[in-house]
Nanobody, 123 residues
């Protein structure tokens, strides 16, 4: 059974930092891309970042230079380091994977999702 479990969210002031973790079981990170998504309050879910199975990163424009994605295959964990956080980064953050997909551009119909972790950026 595949499970993805996010953690690390919380309340942080603008300009602050958080590190999110996504622990994956039932899938090997060596063979799978993992994506980070978020759903801001009242808005649609959007992609944030992704890491290919080979470790190569992908970022959407609005997080480039502020967020860093990485992974530790031995711990089966993907991290999202978020710096210089802004109020508009407030959202529930999710990690997701699709069985058999190793490249981020191949993620079309993610069939594995975590339950999410809340990130709130506010003074």
């Amino acid at each position: 059974q595949v499970q993805l479990v996010e953690s690390g969210g919380g309340l942080v002031q603008p300009g602050g930092s958080l590190r999110l973790s996504c622990v994956v079981s039932g899938l090997t990170l060596n063979d799978h891309a993992i994506g980070w998504f978020r759903r801001p309050p009242g808005l649609e879910r959007e992609g944030v970042s992704c890491i290919h199975s080979d470790g190569g990163p992908y970022y959407v424009n609005f997080v480039k230079g502020r967020f860093t994605i990485s992974k530790d295959n031995t711990k089966s964990t993907v991290y999202l380091e978020m710096n210089n956080l802004k109020p508009e980064d407030t959202a529930v953050y999710y990690c997701a994977a699709e069985t058999g997909v190793s490249r981020c551009e191949g993620l079309r119909s993610m069939n594995h999702w975590g339950k999410g972790t809340q990130v709130t950026v506010s003074s």
